[in-house]
């Protein structure tokens, strides 16, 4: 008897952060132009730690997930990626049924919200 093929698994691939030559990633021109106006760059990362902390006090917290495509699904928050460009969710409900994992792209999705307790 011949051996069954191997069923092939999917592979996930982030994205490569910015480089040191600003070849990738960053512009240069938007570190320079943040330098100018220091309101600006302390508003945005103002916004940034609230993101991130928010993303922190969210694992493992029911979550509701509006799409593009006008569908809302609910899950289980698990985490974020730094850019962000994906959210990775555990027992999505969707009208099709239920997944034990997936990760949402962030293009995908309109809004979230998290209920307060």
């Known amino acids: 008897m011949t051996d069954p093929l191997p069923v092939p698994v999917p592979i996930l691939r982030l994205p490569?952060?910015?480089?040191?030559?600003?070849?990738?990633?960053?512009s240069r021109d938007s570190r320079r132009n943040s330098q100018h106006f220091p309101e600006l760059q302390a508003a945005r990362a103002a916004l940034r730690e609230r993101f991130l902390r928010l993303l922190s006090s969210a694992r493992g917290r029911p979550a509701?997930?509006?799409?593009?495509?006008?569908?809302?699904?609910d899950a289980e928050f698990g985490a974020a990626d730094a850019e962000p460009?994906?959210?990775?969710?555990?027992?999505?409900?969707?009208?099709?049924?239920?997944?034990?994992a997936a990760l949402l792209r962030c293009g995908d999705v309109l809004a979230f919200s998290i209920p307060l307790e």
């Open 85 to 100: 460009v994906a959210f990775q969710v555990d027992s999505l409900r969707t009208p099709l049924g239920v997944q034990g």
């Open 16 to 26: 490569r952060g910015p480089d040191i030559s600003g070849g990738r990633g960053f």
């Open 64 to 73: 509701r997930f509006w799409l593009w495509s006008g569908i809302a699904v």
